[in-house]
């Protein structure tokens, strides 16, 4: 990878959320690294910018360890200066229901929050080195350039995907699901107050209701929830993440940016 470019790491990659922010930070000029259990769309392979795309189960924490074995060997001495935990678990019972408190086996609630937690703690371990390398080379192209204090373009950040389920009952987020995403954004916090040492920023983005493939009919009755009167687009979720990892943002860490139109409000 070249080092006169940013680049970053993202999860989840093949759709939705995950897919439209790859899309805003190649637009930018970003070099990317991605996984997913699912192979990219034929046309996003032709993207020059997508530099590797390495097929993962993330629910797997042997398989976590590879990937980020295999990233780091493809970004080589080039500082990281993003990771986007985006790939979660959102799973149902075998009767169709969300999995919550009463329903499923535990061992069903533990694979949810390996998923949804515990891989992005791991893969914010693993790509520590990394990120610290890219806010070092920061903090010296700042001084040289006689703006001490301040980051340069190329900082590091880490933006995990929380949700607003997280924060509030939602009516087709079962409760295995809105834990692991209230504990991410806990973990979020500390996340941000221990990285800072290393001179990078961790921040969290809770989308609400996202139009993507996963949304169905019975999510239109939400509309009517939301102070905008509309559903949000993928667009928007990758447009706040990419702020979050841009020089404007440089003093802002540990907060968490609800992408919802009102709908936390109530």
């Known amino acids: ?12 990659a093949s759709r939705g959320i995950g897919h439209a922010t790859v899309k805003r930070f190649s637009d930018e000029g970003w070099q990317i690294i991605t ?12 993207d020059p910018n997508w530099t ?15 990937f980020v074995d295999e990233a780091l060997a ?62 070092k080379d920061a903090e010296e192209e700042a001084e040289a350039g006689g703006f001490e204090g301040k980051l340069s373009e190329c900082g590091a950040s880490i933006v995990n995907i929380t949700s607003i389920a997280g924060h509030a009952i939602h ?3 079962g409760s295995a699901y809105s834990t692991s995403k209230a504990a991410l954004s806990a973990l979020t916090r500390e996340m941000a107050v221990e990285f800072a040492e290393l001179g990078v920023r961790v921040n969290a983005v809770a989308p609400g209701e996202i139009e993507t493939e996963m949304v169905g009919d019975e999510y239109e009755p939400l509309v009517n929830r939301i102070p905008m009167h509309r559903m949000g687009t993928a667009g928007e979720v990758a447009a706040t993440v990419f702020q979050l990892c841009n020089p404007d ?8 940016i609800f992408i919802t139109g009102g709908q936390h409000l109530y």
């Open 74 to 135: 493809i970004l080589g001495d080039t500082p990281l200066n993003a990771l986007v935990n985006n790939a979660a678990v959102s799973p149902k019972t075998d009767f169709q229901e969300r999995l919550g408190c009463l329903n499923g086996p535990l061992d069903d609630w533990r694979e949810v929050f390996q998923l949804n937690f515990f891989t992005p703690l791991a893969l914010a371990r693993g790509f520590a080195p990394a990120l610290a390398r890219a806010a």
């Open 249 to 256: 943002f440089s003093y802002v860490t540990g907060t968490e």
């Open 35 to 46: 996984c997913s259990r699912d192979p990219v769309p034929a046309h996003c392979e032709r």
């Open 1 to 12: 990878m070249s080092d006169s470019r940013r680049s970053l790491i993202l999860t989840g």
């Open 171 to 173: 009516p087709f987020a």
């Open 52 to 66: 590797s795309h390495i097929p993962t189960d993330l629910s797997d924490p042997a398989d976590v360890e590879r």
